[in-house]
Nanobody, 120 residues
């Protein structure tokens, strides 16, 4: 089994920054990809950013240039640096990981979510 634990959410004013962290633990053989999703009230969950093992990244158009995803493979940790936050970034942010576990099975895992609120 694999657990994902997020941290770093909170309440900020527009224009400020936050850094989210996601630590994966458990029976991990390798982590193929890590990503951040978000879900605002009344809306579907959407992909914010993703990073593959080799370091290639992908961003939603709405956060391109403001958010940066990174990962520390040695620590099984992913980060989401969020700058120039806007009220429309308010949502619950979820960490997601595609993991090869021991024994060699590939499965998709989710964290419990962390709230980000951007308001003046």
């Amino acid at each position: 089994q694999v657990q994902l634990v997020e941290s770093g959410g909170g309440s900020v004013q527009p224009g400020e920054s936050l850094r989210l962290s996601c630590v994966a633990s458990g029976s991990i053989f390798s982590i193929n990809a890590m990503a951040w999703y978000r879900q605002a009230p009344g809306k579907q969950r959407e992909l914010v950013a993703a990073v593959l093992t080799g370091g290639s990244t992908n961003y939603a158009d709405s956060v391109q240039g403001r958010f940066t995803i990174s990962r520390d493979n040695a620590k099984n940790t992913a980060y989401l640096q969020m700058n120039s936050l806007k009220p429309e970034d308010t949502a619950v942010y979820y960490c997601n990981a595609l993991v090869t576990t021991t024994p060699l099975l590939v499965d998709n895992y989710w964290g419990q979510g962390t709230q980000v609120t951007v308001s003046s």
